[in-house]
């Protein structure tokens, strides 16, 4: 495989459609090694269009909605960001490259320990993988200027939404199969919230969030 043609193909074929149209994503996305996070086993998909399978029933999300990602929440270079569902450790890297820091909780311990060597072998260290169930966030490190919910919830916890700082933003996957939809929640001060609806798509769920009394809109 001629990666070099295969991530061009990626960026241009998949993620530029998808309304991904912000050169500095667009650039994040040839830089940063996807093929370095995906499992030996799988590398033939390294930059397919699907969730690539990382067993324990997790999955990298496809490339389009990595993209989107990115380009939703607009991180900075001063920002903190809290990421729930590390999985491999590609997305965890899309935002340590641009933020000042990275918290990423991974509930299966097999899953943590290949993000940290991944994010080792890429020469990441502003980011920080825990083994924990990110489903209520982190208190340890919050307030943070970015959330990211890495699979869908029924509903975003209160409990999350309460660790995002005035003037940040929090990115999550909202509803059920077949019918979700990614969202951009905005904190303008304490406990006021905008959402902004961005794309249809489907995920996997987040690991242990409820399926009922998360935070309505």
């Not at 904190?187 to 961005?198: I, K, M, N, R």
Request: negative net charge.
């Amino acid at each position: 495989m001629n990666l070099e043609k295969a991530r061009f193909n990626m960026v241009e074929q998949q993620i530029r459609p998808w309304e991904v149209l912000d050169t500095d994503v667009l650039d994040l996305l040839m830089a940063v090694k996807r093929e370095d996070f995906v499992p030996a086993a799988h590398q033939a998909l390294a930059f397919a269009d699907l969730e690539v399978p990382l067993g324990h029933g997790a999955s990298m999300l496809p490339p389009r909605v990595e993209g989107r990602i990115m380009q939703a929440i607009q991180v900075k270079k001063s920002d903190k960001i809290l990421e729930v569902g590390a999985g491999s450790g590609f997305l965890t890297a899309l935002l340590a490259t641009k933020a000042d820091h990275v918290y990423a909780l991974e509930i299966v311990p097999e899953l943590a320990e290949m993000a940290r060597a991944n994010l080792e072998k890429a020469g990441i260290v502003n980011a920080q993988v825990e083994v924990a169930d990110g489903s209520r966030g982190s208190e340890a490190h919050a307030p943070y200027d970015v959330i990211v919910l890495g699979g869908a919830v029924s509903a975003i916890p209160k409990e999350v939404l309460g660790q995002l700082k005035a003037g940040g933003r929090l990115f999550a996957i909202v509803g059920a199969a077949p019918c979700m939809f990614a969202q951009l929640v905005s904190c303008s001060a304490p406990g006021v919230y905008q959402t902004e609806t961005l794309f249809e798509t489907v995920v996997k769920p987040l690991a242990n969030t409820p399926q009922a009394g998360g935070f309505v809109f």
